[in-house]
């Protein structure tokens, strides 16, 4: 029986290798840990129950990018994911390092509305120990999924839960989610040793010390091997050779292809601190592929379908994303690399941005689809940032994670998850908020 397509039809080679003598680390399906983020309200509107949420039909009108058009962008790409390592040391200014301790003078609670003291903020700000700064300045490398905190402690804080959006999931202490393989620049210690603050190509922020490893010139060496996997299904759990779980692997996680061993390299911990390479391969095809795959038809319906129907996660809490981590996980295995959050996605990506500014919502309508690429473009306003897929009814249709459909109370009807919808979703509710619908907020359209 012939194969179904395959994203990376040559990935055949490295799933399909004769079997080993020798047990060996492999990625396989898995799945994230579910947790309380599973649990909240997902409500449905019009738009979920009348658009099919699958972005299969959608895919059928993007144009397909140029195979020299893609290498373009994944030269970049690549050159910005290691950037971190080009650093002799930390380059952030006075005002990005300490931006944080804003929020110990503002009234923040716990989880279930429990005011934090003044106190425990000037612990953290103690912990965080920034007379050190500089003092390792050493590139590194995360060896399995984690985050990136505002302040070295895993402890969460929130505005008023009471108050709609201020409470669980937007743990302001979470700044960011980082990949297994994500190559880091460390600058100092917690005064605890427990932490390492550090920077990504796309945040910066604290990592814990188990979750990283030093990089020495010949691994980095070794490790930016040219050719490079990325996850394309989401999810995946990658084993040891010993059958120990390493790390969840969501799509859009990367590896370097050993092309003499025909593995994926992975970076582990060794007694010292520092990180070794390891190599694995895939149970079965379309787990991973080499980047950049083709941005075509089948490949967009197979990535965009996975990324929808995921809970709401503020900066990639448990294991979830926010809206501007889906597009960026989006287009990251068609090799456009995308900046970390919505403002940075619109003005500093390597897209055109277009302003939608001064035009009333039929205008902007309008404007989307005459200029919008389907499945190519973003439609940002300040805080979201969504996926452009193409028209249906004659008017944009979107995929994004969304928290919620504002309402004139102040509340919101919450959907905490990613769908598909129009630029109105939510306009059948009664008393929807109209000044604050996604088309009349809409701020400019960013094309690839």
Not at 128 to 140: G, M
Not at 167 to 185: H, R
Request: some cysteine.
């Amino acid at each position: 029986m012939r194969l179904k397509k395959t994203i990376f039809t040559t990935i055949i080679l490295f799933a399909t290798l004769s079997t080993s003598l020798f047990a060996e680390s492999t990625l396989t399906t898995g799945g994230r840990d579910k947790s309380d983020i599973d649990n909240m309200p997902s409500n449905e509107i019009r738009d979920t129950l009348e658009i099919p949420q699958d972005p299969t039909e959608f895919s059928k009108q993007a144009e397909p990018m140029s195979r020299e058009e893609q290498l373009d962008y994944d030269a970049r790409y690549n050159e910005k994911y290691f950037g971190p390592w080009q650093l002799t040391e930390m380059d952030l200014t006075k005002g990005e390092k300490t931006w944080q301790f804003m929020f110990a003078k503002r009234k923040m609670y716990r989880r279930y509305n429990e005011k934090i003291p003044k106190q425990w903020f000037q612990e953290q700000i103690k912990n965080s120990n920034f007379d050190n700064y500089n003092s390792i300045s050493k590139p590194a490398i995360t060896v399995k999924h984690t985050n990136i905190k505002l302040y070295p402690t895993d402890e969460e804080f929130y505005y008023n839960s009471n108050r709609v959006g201020e409470g669980f999931p937007f743990d302001y202490n979470q700044n960011s989610s980082a990949y297994i393989n994500t190559p880091i620049f460390v600058s100092h210690y917690s005064l605890d040793k427990k932490w390492v603050y550090a920077k990504t190509a796309f945040a910066f922020g604290w990592i814990k010390v188990e979750d990283m490893a030093f990089v020495t010139p010949k691994f980095k060496e070794q490790f930016q091997s040219g050719s490079y996997g990325i996850a394309t299904t989401d999810n995946l759990h990658l084993y040891s050779d010993d059958n120990q779980l390493i790390s969840l692997v969501k799509l859009g996680s990367i590896f370097p292809i050993d092309k003499v061993a025909r593995r994926y390299m992975y970076a582990k911990k060794g007694a010292d601190g520092y990180a070794k390479i390891e190599r694995f391969k895939p149970s079965t095809v379309n787990l991973i592929a080499k980047k950049p795959i083709k941005f075509n038809q089948f490949n967009i319906a197979y990535i965009g379908k996975q990324l929808v129907d995921e809970p709401y996660g503020w900066g990639g809490k448990l294991e979830t994303r926010d809206c501007s981590t889906l597009t960026r996980d989006f287009f990251a295995p068609f090799g456009v690399y995308l900046p970390r959050n919505s403002s940075q996605q619109a003005h500093e990506s390597d897209g055109v941005y277009m302003s939608l500014e001064g035009l009333n919502k039929e205008e902007k309508a309008a404007t989307i689809m005459a200029y919008g690429r389907p499945c190519r473009s973003l439609l940002f306003v300040k805080g979201h940032i969504t996926l452009y897929l193409g028209q249906k009814d004659n008017e944009p249709i979107i995929m994004h994670n969304f928290w919620g459909v504002r309402l004139k109370n102040g509340k919101k009807h919450i959907l905490g998850r990613s769908v598909i919808t129009t630029t109105e979703p939510g306009r059948e509710i009664a008393n929807v908020k109209e000044k604050s619908k996604l088309i009349n907020t809409f701020q400019g359209l960013v094309n690839f």
